[in-house]
Structure formats: structure tokens, C-alpha cells
């Protein structure tokens, strides 16, 4: 299948501090990508969706003022959490999927702990 | 009502046992059915598409009832490596082309 990295795959930042999060498919063009955030024992939430070279979808509840998705290429895009807090810990994973396929291929996930 | 509901779990099973999983969805519309698997602190992984004949990849078995839209996977002789989150996951496009979790199955495979 196609792969898809993720960096950092773990940050350890202050409340306050902003933390950025690439999502690179690597051998496929992305026209979508998907972010998704996983609290312990409970299942992905879609976050936003966001295709290439337009604004990002984001789902009721995720504020795009702190969440900022930029996907100015077709592999690559970030995710940025601004001013993070405690309760900003999670695990963030991002997905991609290419123009007219089905299947989403996932990144290996970025864990964030905001202390 | 949710998009996509699964069994709650967790499902406990001796070695070598057949399981079963099952997911409904609620858009009748949707039109690509996985079951993905999901390890502990670990990003999501395609187990196998499923589609509307119904199909086998070794020891797994997935099936997709569109009428009662209603996917299931089944487990034959399981192995302890099969412990994991089962997730079903949905695609529609009528809805913004987004893809839909269930809140995953745990599966424990016990020696």
C-alpha cells in the first residue's frame, strides 16, 4: 500500500506553545487528507478535511482558529496547534487519499502531551 | 444515530476460536466498506476492503448485507497476534466524500 509519514511522531510541549505536524504521502498524490485526533480507549474524531490548494473542511466543534490546516502541495500538510493546552493531549493521526480511490492510507500518528 | 455502530466488546477468545464482528452503518447511500485494525497506540491499518459478493483473505472473512446495511468480519482459527481493535470504517461521497469509524471492537486472544 502507499505510505504516508508523519512528523514529529511525539512532542512534548508547554501550555502555550504552538506545535506543528507534517503529513507527507510519499509515494502518491494526495488530493485529500484527512486529520484525525484519538483519546485513550476511544475511536478516531475526524477533525478536517482538506484538499489541496483550497480551505480545509473542519467538523462541527474543532475550532480552525486554533486547529490551522494548510495543504499547499499535493504531499504535504500541517497541521498546527496553536496555543496548545492539556487538554490538547491526544494522539493526532492523518490520513490520505488520491483522487478517485476509495482507501486512506494513515500516517503512524504524532503524540502530543501539553504540560 | 450514529454513522456507523459496531459490537462493544471486548471480545475474549481462546486460540484456535472463530469470531465474529458486526457493523451497521445508516447511510444508504455509502459505498466503500472496510474493516480496518488498529494495535495500541498505533495509527489504523487496512485489514480488507469488503465487498458485495463477500470475500476471504486466508483466515478473514468479510461480508456487506446492502440491503440491511450491515458489514461483518469473521475470524477463523484465531492467533494471539490477532489481538487488536477492529475498526469498520464507511465511505460516502453524498456526504462530502468523508469516511465514517465505528468506535472499534477490542479482540484479546488468550493462550
Known amino acids: 500500500g502507499a505510505v504516508v509519514s508523519q512528523h514529529p511522531s511525539w512532542v512534548i510541549c508547554k501550555s502555550g506553545t504552538s506545535v506543528k505536524i507534517e503529513c507527507r504521502s510519499l509515494d502518491f498524490q494526495a488530493t485529500t487528507m484527512f486529520w484525525y485526533r484519538q483519546f485513550p480507549k476511544q475511536s478516531l474524531m475526524l477533525m478536517a478535511t482538506?484538499?489541496?490548494?483550497?480551505?480545509?473542511?473542519?467538523e462541527q466543534g474543532v475550532e480552525k482558529d486554533k486547529f490551522l490546516i494548510n495543504h499547499a502541495s499535493l504531499t504535504l500538510s500541517t497541521l498546527t496547534v496553536t496555543s496548545a493546552h492539556p487538554e490538547d493531549s491526544s494522539f493526532y493521526i492523518c490520513?490520505?487519499?488520491?483522487?478517485?480511490?476509495?482507501?486512506?492510507?494513515f500516517g503512524p500518528g504524532t503524540r502530543l502531551t501539553v504540560l | 444515530r450514529k454513522e456507523v455502530e459496531q459490537d462493544p466488546g471486548p471480545f475474549n477468545v481462546p486460540e484456535g476460536a472463530t469470531v465474529a464482528f458486526n457493523c451497521t452503518y445508516s447511510?444508504?447511500?455509502?459505498?466503500?466498506f472496510f474493516w480496518y485494525r488498529q494495535d495500541c497506540r498505533k495509527e489504523p491499518k487496512l485489514l480488507m476492503s469488503?465487498?458485495?459478493s463477500g470475500n476471504e483473505d486466508g483466515r478473514f472473512t468479510a461480508q456487506l448485507n446492502r440491503a440491511s446495511q450491515y458489514i461483518s468480519l469473521l475470524i477463523r482459527d484465531s492467533k494471539l497476534s490477532d489481538s487488536a481493535t477492529y475498526l469498520c470504517v464507511v465511505f460516502s461521497s453524498n456526504t462530502g466524500n468523508q469516511f465514517y469509524f465505528g468506535t472499534g471492537t477490542s479482540l484479546t486472544v488468550i493462550p
Open positions: 482538506s484538499n489541496e490548494g483550497s480551505k480545509a473542511t473542519y
Open positions: 490520513s490520505a487519499r488520491d483522487l478517485g480511490e476509495d482507501e486512506q492510507f
Open positions: 447511510n444508504s447511500a455509502s459505498q466503500s
Open positions: 469488503v465487498y458485495s
